[in-house]
């Protein structure tokens, strides 16, 4: 038997509860994990208290990572006892995720616990630094390098954006953040690494079509209107890596700067990402997050204080990463 926090729905209301299952209620899957770390975020916030519509299909554990060590596998690519972690994927949502002691999962959704990560940092990582990882790589593909001149992070002060600014920052970049609270996120984002902080509204005019140039790269995490006056200042022969829809679906721009300016724009999505990048970002995470990364300010729970976080994340009242001790 072991513990699971289960999502049912009654009366169109999302109930979370405590519950114990056993193996066999375990969804299909060709590698048992016993589950050590997991974390609460928004997009797990939405889902525990019904507030998004993230959950379809009931009952569903959710959690959209976790890390732990192999109980069983049928694939052989994994043995009993290897430590592995896995972001993304829809786990959470259409598959059962990671709040609970124990996950069946297909073997292609795991990396190797890449070695100098513990289980609890792989977490306070989680998709969002994985996400980051991946639009950092995306620049140096772009052949964006550190001369070149400044990187825009929009969106800063959020997840994926401060774990940008850090890894940006550890491999030399001059990095701009912007971000809609300047007060209270300012001087974290300069402990980041950030050599200057802007505030959001300065990028919340319409975007002309094309703007003096000013990035030699960016990482955009919003997306829509914001996105559109990022690539209306970019350099010519730039890079832009785009991974987040929170400002909409529509981007309101021209074919100017991709003809006129040779600007790149280059999607990131955790999901739709080959194994080998995936495996390779994971290991990256590992070389060049520093260790004061982890002394940010993270909140260690227990499962059945899942709800009452999730609730709080939800209403604004949470700050740094949230993970969750299986």
Partial sequence: MFNALVLNQQDKRTIASIEQLDDSQLP???VVVQVDYSSLNYKDGLAITGKGKIIRN????????????????SDSRYTQGDKVVLTGWGVGEIHWGGMAERASLKADWLVPQPQGLD????????????????????????????????ILVTGASGGVGSVSVTLLAELGYKVAAVTGRLEQ??????????????????????????EKQV??????TVGSKMLAKVLAQMDYNSTVAACGLAGGFDLPTTVMPFILRNVRLQGVDSVNCPQQKRVQAWENLAKLLPQSYYQQACTEIEL?????????????EVTGRVVIKL
């Fill in 28 to 30: 299909e899957g060709e």
């Fill in 304 to 316: 059945e204080h899942a709800p009452q976080f999730a609730e709080s994340i939800t209403n604004g």
């Fill in 215 to 220: 990035w030699a790269g960016a990482i955009d």
């Fill in 185 to 210: 996120n300012g001087p974290l984002l300069e402990k980041l690494g950030a050599s200057r902080v802007i505030e959001r509204s300065e990028f919340e005019e319409p975007a002309r079509p094309l």
């Fill in 58 to 73: 009931f009952p569903m554990v959710p959690g959209i990572d976790l890390a732990g060590s192999v109980i069983s596998s």
């Fill in 119 to 150: 289980a609890k940092q792989a977490m306070m990582i989680g998709t969002a630094g994985f996400t980051a990882m991946l639009c950092v790589q995306a620049l140096i593909d772009g052949g964006v390098k550190p001369e070149d001149g400044e």
